[in-house]
């Protein structure tokens, strides 16, 4: 139900831009975000300041509702996104270069990403490196975002919809199988509210690896920020009297309370 009263809601404020000359309808804005429509019975007097956050709109019996959108709270998502995009996705990851390398023990094998450096496996017994190490690839290069141009209009064709930042690790330790250098895929996935860790290593082929790191670091960047189930925003709409109907308005509900107080009194006094 809520659902249905927002996209009759849409469709109304769709109609109201339209007619207002003055205003712009930001399309991208209505579809990424949701609103909830919340009538309040509790009339105000009509603003006489054209603000941007405040629609006039009209019920089918005439009476007018003055709406108040949720602009702050937009804006403040979009700020935010803005601040991400401009520092840029690599300069967001950074930090980790100064930090302890990401170790994760997988079995027999344990391995370790130092950021920007080098992926190498090797076998941990009573704490310490036993045998043979094998480096899986040495830092070559990372996914440009700004080459590519990834805005959200072709971000929505791109193999990046799988949401990560990647970094290609090459010229490790020869494969034996291939007679070829060892190469890794590193891809920073989003994952709120956790530090960074390996989540997981494959290798789809023979000696080609792809490390999956999780962190959140990146979660505020637009393009890599996991889809989510929007939050609707409350749009609050008032009837709008004139003057002298508020003051009516007021004058009966003052009258309404010092009926409700009366019959207070005479009820507590026959007890």
Same mark, same amino acid.
């Given at each position: 139900m809520a659902e249905?009263?927002?996209?009759?809601?849409l469709i109304l404020l769709f109609i109201n831009i339209f007619r207002d000359s003055h205003s712009f309808l930001d399309v991208e804005e209505l579809r990424s975000i949701?609103?909830?429509?919340d009538l309040i019975?509790?009339?105000?007097?009509?603003?006489?300041?054209?603000?941007?956050?405040?629609?006039?709109?009209?019920s089918k019996h005439g009476q007018q509702y003055q709406c108040n959108l949720p602009q702050r709270e937009v804006e403040m998502q979009k700020?935010?996104?803005?601040?991400?995009?401009?520092?840029?996705?690599?300069?967001?990851l950074k930090p980790l270069a100064d930090l302890a390398c990401l170790v994760k023990n997988n079995g027999w094998w344990s391995y370790e990403l130092c950021y920007g450096k080098h992926i190498?496996?090797?076998?941990?017994?009573?704490?310490?490196?036993?045998?043979?190490?094998?480096?899986?690839?040495?830092?070559?290069?990372?996914?440009?975002?700004?080459?590519?141009?990834?805005s959200k209009d072709n971000l929505k064709n791109s193999k990046q919809l799988a949401r @990560?930042?990647?970094?290609?690790?090459?010229?490790?330790?020869?494969?034996?199988?291939t007679r070829k250098p060892?190469?890794?895929?590193?891809?920073?996935?989003?994952e709120e509210g956790k530090g960074d860790y390996i989540y997981r290593i494959d290798e789809p082929q023979t000696c080609t690896y792809v490390v999956i790191v999780h962190t959140m670091r990146i979660c505020h960047h637009p393009y890599l920020k996991p889809p989510q189930k929007a939050k609707p925003l409350a749009v609050v709409c008032n009837p709008v009297l004139s003057q002298e109907q508020y003051e009516? @308005?007021?004058?009966?509900?003052?009258?309404?309370?010092?009926?409700s107080l009366r019959k207070y009194r005479i009820i507590s006094y026959v007890l």
């Open positions: 249905k009263v927002g996209v009759i809601f949701q609103y909830s429509l019975n509790r009339p105000v007097i009509k603003s006489q300041e054209e603000l941007d956050n405040i629609l006039i709109l009209s700020e935010e996104e803005k601040l991400a995009t401009e520092i840029g996705i690599s300069e967001l190498r496996q090797y076998h941990l017994e009573g704490g310490k490196s036993v045998g043979d190490e094998v480096v899986l690839g040495v830092y070559d290069s990372e996914y440009d975002w700004n080459e590519n141009n990834m @990560y930042h990647s970094q290609l690790y090459s010229n490790g330790t020869l494969c034996d199988l060892r190469q890794a895929e590193v891809q920073f996935m989003c009516q @308005y007021l004058a009966a509900e003052e009258g309404k309370s010092l009926a």
